[in-house]
Nanobody, 115 residues
């Protein structure tokens, strides 16, 4: 299984970015797709997840600013990030969970929010 993430970069505070993550090679149905992030010196934390038959959930720190969506046909998950803050600076990792509860990770994409 391969996950290819893209869309990171440098943005000013208050700006927006959209991350994408395309999954390929999964033998089993993908149940969840989402994003974690890890800031320097911090633990990895869940940012947002979208789960078939359940819906979406977000960390409190991004609610109202980030939106996760999924294109099922393309096995791609998106994270639209708005009103970005310096504390959103981190490496963002996408993941998928298949129906056997196996989790796979993307390579990470760096988001830097700075003026």
């Amino acid at each position: 299984v391969q996950l290819q993430a893209s869309g990171g970069g440098l943005v000013q505070p208050g700006g927006s970015l959209r991350l994408s993550c395309a999954a390929s090679g999964s033998r089993f149905r993908i149940i969840s797709m989402g994003w974690y992030r890890q800031a320097l010196g911090e633990q990895r934390e869940l940012v947002a997840r979208i789960t078939t038959g359940v819906g979406t959930n977000y960390s409190d720190s991004v609610k109202g600013r980030f939106t996760i969506s999924r294109d099922v046909a393309k096995n791609t998950v998106y994270l639209q990030m708005s009103s970005l803050k310096p504390e959103d600076t981190a490496i963002y990792y996408c993941f998928i969970d298949d129906r056997l509860a196996s989790r796979y990770w993307g390579q990470g994409t760096l988001v830097t929010v700075s003026s």
